[in-house]
């Protein structure tokens, strides 16, 4: 973008020219698709569903003139606002690509494979090429593995789960003559892989302002969960007996 000063906010969408953006709200955290809602205005009163739906989005957060951060993803939503005598409102909704297996339910049966395979299989159904796997050890091989009747998402996230994995999503720009955003979906299973992260200071003085990102505020609870089960079942000749445990 041009040389300026301040913080600036600038919204790509397919097919949309002069797009301003009036406010966004970002929700991300581990495990879960992340999800952007972003309202612009546009000069253009006829901007349409089918033309943005399913398309890849980008909003970036510029300081003077230097990009701090672009999140990318593909619309999941697409609404439109008042028009007036200049510009007509629209607000989207930016999902990543992982968000698409959450569209699509379905029953089968997957034997003697690996979990990675399994999840790397689901992905690349729906087109999900940029997956990386930062696991720490390699699950063992399971003898079978079910999914009835549950999305892909809802299995993915399951069977990521049941084997002490985690995902998020890393945002970068590919190279070539015109670089454009992308993101990247990545399994881990240990918390050192979320070192870009970095670190935030509690600032919680009523009225005070830091001097650096810092959070607002901090809490800490205890709570009580069960640290085991016993299971018990029936004989074969007494199947109405419970025996002693």
Not at 140 to 161: C, G, I, K, N, P
Not at 174 to 201: I, K, N, Q, W, Y
Not at 209 to 234: E, H, I, L, V
């Amino acid at each position: 973008m041009a040389k300026a000063s301040g913080l600036q906010f600038t919204l790509t969408l397919p097919g949309a020219e002069d797009v301003a953006v009036i406010e966004f709200t970002h929700r991300e955290q581990l495990s879960a698709p992340f999800e952007l809602t972003v309202r612009f205005a546009s000069r253009d009163a006829n901007l349409g569903a089918d033309a943005i739906l399913d398309r890849e989005a980008t909003l970036t957060i510029w300081q003077d003139g230097e990009a701090l951060r672009r999140i990318h993803g593909v619309v999941s939503e697409f609404g439109c606002g008042d028009s007036g005598h200049r510009r007509s409102f629209y607000h989207v909704v930016i999902c990543p690509a992982l968000w698409r297996l959450g569209l699509r339910q379905n029953s089968r049966i997957f034997q003697n494979i690996s979990p990675l395979t399994v999840l790397n299989t689901l992905c690349d159904e729906h087109g999900l090429s940029d997956v990386a796997f930062a696991a720490t050890r390699e699950p063992e091989s399971r003898e079978y593995l079910t999914q009835y009747r549950e999305t892909d998402l809802a299995f993915v996230q399951r069977l990521a789960a049941e084997e002490g994995l985690f995902y998020f999503h890393e945002f970068f720009e590919t190279g070539g003559e015109t670089p454009s955003a992308a993101h990247r979906l990545v399994f881990a299973d240990a918390p050192p892989v979320l070192s870009h992260l970095g670190e935030r200071s509690y600032h919680g003085r009523a009225g005070g302002r830091s001097p650096s990102s810092s959070g607002p505020r901090a809490r800490r609870s205890t709570a009580t969960s069960m640290a085991g089960s016993r299971c018990s079942s029936p004989g074969i000749a007494t199947p109405n007996l419970i025996p002693p445990g």
